[in-house]
């Protein structure tokens, strides 16, 4: 959000104080046809390079088809969007680990999105946090991924958020892969910090 101010006030905040704004959080109804030229002249002023949509509601991922139309949602404002040199994407937390089948929730995504124009914001807390090894999806689908939201893990069972490095994540090897792949950005984050 912009907490009730223009992008152009946001962006010379930004400049005043050596700051971008790489990426930004969207939600999914921004990237509707009558919307996505107001988030685009948005993004631009700001300087995004992406918009990512960070949260489906539970009644918009119930099935697979649900996933399959988010990602052909993504792929057709990705393809409007790249005219400005802007990607569309999507930020997992743990309910996209959840299997239609064979695939998980996000897999579906991946595979019916459109990876010249869809990226993804891999948030390797949610992806531990659901049994997953953030590692091992950075080398399956390094063509795709190209942020990472890093905060840690206490570990099993309770997995609470963790300052990087106060948990349990192995962070080096993660951040040596991501540097071969094709990863631009890290934002480390805490969704719940004490302070």
């Not at 930004?14 to 704004?21: E, F, I, K, M, Q």
């Given at each position: ?7 152009a ?34 993004a ?25 139309r988010l ?32 695939r ?17 914001e ?32 206490s ?12 948990g ?24 719940d910090?004490?302070?």
């Amino acid at each position: 959000g912009n907490w009730s101010q223009s992008p152009a006030d946001l962006r010379r905040l930004l400049d005043a104080n050596g700051l971008s704004a790489p990426s930004a959080h969207i939600d999914p109804k921004d990237l509707a046809p009558d919307r996505l030229p107001a988030l685009l002249d948005a993004a631009a002023v700001m300087g995004h390079k992406s918009v990512l949509v960070a949260w489906t509601a539970p009644e918009q991922r119930k099935t697979s088809d649900d996933w399959k139309r988010l990602g052909a949602q993504l792929s057709e404002a990705g393809r409007t969007a790249s005219n400005v040199g802007i990607t569309t994407g999507y930020h997992n937390h743990d309910f996209e680990f959840v299997r239609f089948g064979d695939r998980t929730a996000l897999e579906i995504l991946i595979a019916e999105s459109d990876p010249r124009v869809v990226d993804i914001e891999l948030d390797c807390f949610w992806a531990f946090k659901a049994g997953q090894d953030p590692l091992a999806m950075l080398k399956q689908h390094g063509d795709r991924i190209t942020m990472l939201h890093l905060k840690d893990s206490s570990g099993a069972p309770a997995h609470q958020q963790r300052d990087i490095g106060a948990g349990v994540i192995a962070w080096k090897p993660l951040l040596e892969a991501a540097v071969k792949q094709r990863v631009t950005n890290v934002f480390v984050e805490r969704d719940d910090p004490e302070d």
